[in-house]
């Protein structure tokens, strides 16, 4: 059965995280009172886990990766930390074979995935 999991982070720049095998990131956040936080849709019935790369990069600070390596790496969210008027934003850094689109957060309900995908302007 499929159920939608929250995986706290630290608030460091580099970071691997243990989800179940398959487990799909739909994005990140913080919560109020906690640190930065992802969910994921997970198998409730994959009882193996797996490594995943997390990058925290806060905006306007420099960061030492290289800037080709953003190819491989998937844009899980931005959040604000409004006490000290700070924004990060949260990556995945993908294995080297894995396709990006393989990984890609699912498009909410109301976004068809055509639509920013397509060439041609959507009216």
Not at 31 to 46: E, F, H, M, Y
Not at 52 to 61: D, H, K, Y
Not at 93 to 101: K, Q
Request: glycine share 8%; no cysteine.
């Amino acid at each position: 059965m499929k159920k939608v999991m929250q995986y706290e982070l630290a608030q460091i720049t580099r970071q691997t995280t243990k989800l179940p095998v398959g487990a799909q990131i739909l994005g990140a956040d913080v919560r109020s009172g906690s640190g930065p936080t992802i969910w994921a849709v997970i198998d409730d019935d994959q009882n193996k886990v797996e490594d995943r790369n997390i990058l925290i990069m806060q905006t306007g600070v420099p960061v030492d990766v290289p800037l080709g390596s953003f190819k491989k790496m998937i844009h899980l969210g931005t959040y604000h930390e409004n006490a000290f008027g700070k924004s990060f934003s949260v990556f995945e850094e993908l294995p080297d074979g894995h396709f990006p689109e393989s990984r890609l957060p699912a498009p909410s309900a109301s976004v068809n995935i055509t639509d920013f995908r397509s060439k041609d302007p959507v009216v």
